[in-house]
């Protein structure tokens, strides 16, 4: 028989890619900015008695963390930050507002171009408070966790995206997080310098901002006696490793009760053949 006929040419589709239609309206329509900027806020997006109970349980296990690495001429946070890490596990009202329209919302703005779901990368909060000589957060993107495999190219994919609930009101003299517009359409190794003029996130308490990981940013500096809260989550592609290992702060118990999109966001769900088990869904051993 000839060479030709002792070839397989058969090959695999590749399957649909993308989160599901429809979209979201009020979530579409900030795609513009999002694009121009790389952040946008949603108003009113946490129903009061919800933020209040997460703010509850935040506030509870803030301080705990004093993981602060360096980062050029400063820690990366600074002692006027109090930080709370791996909060999926340790705030049940967050895993709440995980399940909320928005948030699905929110993920398939930014990331429904690159991949069929998100996971929760980090569930996390900061307060920022007064002190003297406090310094703004060195500037930052927040995919640079993937160092050097992903490329980032001016108007590429985007991998990941960060959430900030505002658990107080954000404005420019208690920190809000300043950042970077356009930023997210430089190229690796174009780093902000003096010249680059940040803006500060307002935004009043309740709002969720988020920005890509591409869009430098920082935390800034509270020059007000109010401490200024802001509750974290970063969400990454579906096929990325996470930041907190969810698996380690949840297990099966406690997620089997959870609804079907936070059971996904935790990693439950393969995504195609990738965190399958037994060549199954995670899910199904919830179920059983
Ligand atoms: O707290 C803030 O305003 C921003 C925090 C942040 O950018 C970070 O920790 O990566």
């Known amino acids: ?28 329509s900030l795609r513009p900015g999002l694009e121009k900027t790389g952040f946008a806020v949603v108003a009113d997006a946490v129903d009061p008695s919800l933020l209040s109970r997460m703010t509850g349980e935040v506030r509870r296990q803030l301080g705990r963390s004093h993981f602060d690495p360096p980062f050029g001429d400063r820690p990366f946070y600074g002692e006027h930050i109090l930080r709370a890490w791996d909060l999926a596990g340790k705030t049940p009202s967050l895993l709440e507002f995980l399940a909320t329209p928005v948030v699905d919302a929110i993920n398939q703005l930014v990331l429904g171009d690159y991949c069929d779901h998100a996971l929760l990368a980090s569930a996390t909060a900061h307060e920022t408070h007064r002190q003297v000589g406090a310094k703004s ?23 990941t995206f960060t959430m900030m609930v505002a658990a107080t009101d954000f404005t420019a003299d208690n920190g809000g997080t300043l950042l970077i517009p356009g930023s997210h359409l430089w190229p690796r190794g174009h780093l902000p310098t003096p010249a680059d003029k940040p803006v500060a996130l307002t935004m009043k308490k309740g709002s969720v901002a988020f920005w890509l ?37 949840l297990d099966a118990k406690a997620v089997a009760g959870l609804p079907a999109n936070v059971q996904r966001l935790l990693g439950w769900e393969p995504h195609g053949v990738l965190g399958q088990h037994d060549w199954r869904s995670p899910r199904a051993t919830l179920e059983a």
């Open 213 to 249: 990981g591409s869009t430098y940013h920082g935390a800034g500096v509270n020059i007000t006696d109010e401490p200024r809260l802001g509750i974290i989550f970063s969400f990454c592609a579906g096929w990325l490793r996470t930041l907190e290992n969810q698996f380690m702060l």
């Open 137 to 159: 957060q060195p500037y930052h993107r927040d995919e640079e966790i993937y160092p050097a495999y992903l490329p980032r190219l001016p108007m590429g994919p985007e991998y």
């Open 1 to 28: 028989m000839g060479l030709a006929a002792e070839v397989n040419l058969a090959v695999v589709p590749p399957g649909p890619v993308g989160m599901p239609q429809p979209r979201h309206p009020l979530v579409e």
